[in-house]
């Protein structure tokens, strides 16, 4: 049975209809994950499952006795509360009763007196009398789980931190139904691939709001799409998705174009006056009213941002020389040694923790800090294009259009003047929103507007801190077309791995204690080199013994059977894949989910099993082909 049901669910907000007659249902365990424009209402259709948002018209269903946490977009800023209190407030009523025992508890363990025993007591029997008991262990189980300092406070930690909290406080009540809004969102990438993990052992069912192409692609079993006020389902997978899509906007077009035609046809026919009135064929002029309202309720597809940048005159040849540089925040060190040059036209993706120091290496490179010891040259003639992630540079309280025009009325991009109104309306600004006051955009609308803001300006050096957050999909493509054809040189900071393997050709990778790699290539490549790192190499031990005879066979010859086994190993490796793409189209299904427990499990745990046979079976392609080339 469908845990939520939608039926014909409409909802706007004034002229602006969000949901139009929407029909839906989530299944149990099934992973949903709905994508959409900036502003189309992705947001309010999870708060219509969670209850904090009620229909125009139509009815939203939901099984009897379900329950769903939804964890929000924002990260709060200015909670101070501990912990353990913030991720009480996930049970509800009973949250504060489980958190005033708590404080009890630890104040009773320091000062055991008597009135402090006859407050524990008290909670005691109110926990005994609603049946509680077990709550107080869910929070502490959950926050062991992930791993949280239970007893710090919220301003303590950093943005990472403070979305696992709010993790698991949509977590702690055992849901049926759990809602994501951008849960990547301030997370780096060894948290995003742990909450993966994570979402997956939990068989809880999903519906997530996500950017993130690779997060997506591991855990959906379907995508719905949110375009224009109707909601479209395609099972499977991303990729799947976006196969189909560009299938139905062809397909789309094609009929649209067929339509246009037969209604001209028609118009011509109307405009014919007295021999039109002769025919007497008032069906043909019923139907040709018919056609011009169903022309007139076509809603067309929504527009594209349209993003150019100027790269100005040419850098000098050396954009960035780094000597030796070391650099201490609050007595940590985050930057040891570090030497490197930077050539124009590089592309270098930042990776690590948060906290690791890759903003900090931003601000040293262009000296808005001091390292501690080493030298930074930077080069000449260089025109910067910053993008803040703390978005520093638009003012919340100025509009749209004031934090753009600086007091002019045009801007000149790529040696075109535009006007400051049409230039908005390319990032997909409309005029209404062009005097509402920043602070009132969404995430995504405040990085676009950064974006038209950095690049109303020539820059041939891109310095981009976290530019992907809350972007939708389609601005996030559009955004990495845009620096794969840029000309100038390109610093970036960014969690996600499918925009750092399409856009960087280099990254510098923090490792801890001040330890800055350089690697060659993408995440993905950084990747697959320490995967082979860790894999021992056995050629190496091999030479420690000692000297073979001159008439035996050389290190790197193969033997029979492995040279047996290296030519079996391409249909091995063909056969895997086969399996393995068989059981993502059956886990896909949305119907697997409803299967017993045991069938489920049971192919997953194949589907594991394959993937790890994969893995070794390509490691041990590579070291027999590298053997026998002599490598």
Not at 285 to 292: D, K, N, W, Y
Not at 557 to 584: G, V
């Amino acid at each position: 049975m469908s845990l939520v049901r939608f039926d014909k669910v409409s909802l706007g907000f004034g002229h602006h209809l969000l949901l139009n007659q929407v029909n839906f249902s989530l299944e149990p365990k099934e992973r949903v994950c709905l994508i959409g424009r900036n502003g189309t209402g992705k947001s309010t259709f999870l708060k219509l499952i969670s209850g904090d948002l009620h229909a125009d018209d139509g009815h939203v269903r939901m099984d009897s006795g379900i329950r769903i946490s939804r964890l929000e977009q924002d990260v709060p800023m200015n909670e101070s509360r501990q912990v353990f209190d913030v991720v009480a407030d996930g049970l509800g009523a009973l949250g504060q009763l489980v958190r005033d025992y708590h404080h009890i508890s630890d104040q009773v363990a320091n000062d055991p007196s008597e009135s402090n025993l006859k407050r524990l007591e008290s909670l005691q029997h109110q926990l005994e009398a609603k049946q509680a008991w077990n709550l107080q262990q869910q929070v502490e189980s959950i926050i062991t789980k992930l791993d949280l300092p239970m007893n710090k406070s919220m301003s303590e930690l950093s943005g990472g931190w403070r979305r696992r909290v709010l993790l698991a406080k949509a977590l702690v009540n055992q849901p049926d139904v759990l809602l994501l809004d951008e849960p990547t969102n301030h997370l780096d990438i060894s948290a995003i691939q742990w909450l993966e993990d994570l979402l997956i052992s939990q068989q809880v069912a999903l519906i997530l709001i996500t950017h993130d192409r690779a997060f997506l692609q591991r855990l959906a079993t379907r995508i719905i799409e949110l375009d224009r006020g109707i909601l479209t389902s395609w099972p499977g997978d991303y990729q799947n998705f976006l196969r189909r899509k560009e299938e139905l906007l062809a397909a789309e077009e094609k009929h649209n174009a067929e339509f246009d035609k037969k209604l001209a046809k028609e118009e011509v026919w109307i405009r014919q006056g007295i021999k039109a009135r002769r025919t007497r064929n008032e069906g043909r002029v019923r139907a040709l009213e018919s056609m011009r309202e169903q022309r007139a309720r076509r809603q067309s597809q929504s527009g594209l941002v349209d993003m150019q940048v100027d790269t100005g005159k040419a850098s000098g040849k050396i954009v960035f020389k780094a000597e030796n540089v070391s650099f201490d925040y609050d007595g940590e060190s985050l930057i040891t040694d570090f030497s490197t040059t930077v050539l124009r036209g590089d592309r270098i993706g930042l990776i690590g923790p948060n906290g690791a120091g890759k903003s900090s290496l931003l601000h040293l490179l262009l000296g808005d800090l001091t390292p501690r010891s080493g030298s930074i040259q930077r080069g000449t003639q260089l025109e910067v294009a910053y993008f803040d992630q703390q978005r520093s540079q638009l003012d919340p309280e100025k509009s749209v259009i004031d934090n753009i025009s600086e007091g002019r009325e045009r801007v000149e991009v790529q040696g075109q003047s535009k006007h400051i109104i049409g230039y908005l309306k390319s990032f997909l600004f409309d005029t209404e929103r062009l005097h509402s006051p920043v602070k009132s955009l969404s995430g995504g609308e405040c990085n676009r507007l950064l974006l038209a803001k950095l690049f109303t300006k020539p820059a041939n050096l891109l310095v981009l801190d976290e530019p992907t957050n809350d972007l939708d999909l389609e601005t996030l493509e559009l955004l990495e077309d845009l620096l794969i054809n840029y000309d100038g040189t390109i610093l970036i900071v960014s969690h996600d791995r499918a925009f750092l393997d399409n856009v960087v050709t280099s990254c510098w990778v923090f490792k801890g204690n001040g330890e800055i790699e350089e690697s060659v290539g993408g995440y993905a490549d950084y990747i697959a080199r320490q995967q082979l790192l860790l894999k021992p190499d056995k050629t190496q031990s091999a030479n420690t013994k000692k000297p073979q005879a001159t008439n035996k066979p050389k290190a790197n010859k193969l033997s029979y059977k492995e040279q047996r086994e290296l030519d079996s190993l391409p249909a091995l490796i063909e056969k895997l894949e086969t399996d393995i793409e068989t059981m993502h189209e059956q886990s896909s299904h949305p119907d697997f989910y409803k299967q017993d427990n045991e069938t489920v499990s049971a192919l997953m745990a194949q589907l594991a099993n394959c993937e790890q046979q994969l893995e070794k079976a390509f490691a041990r392609w590579d070291a027999l082909e590298a053997r026998s080339s002599g490598n």
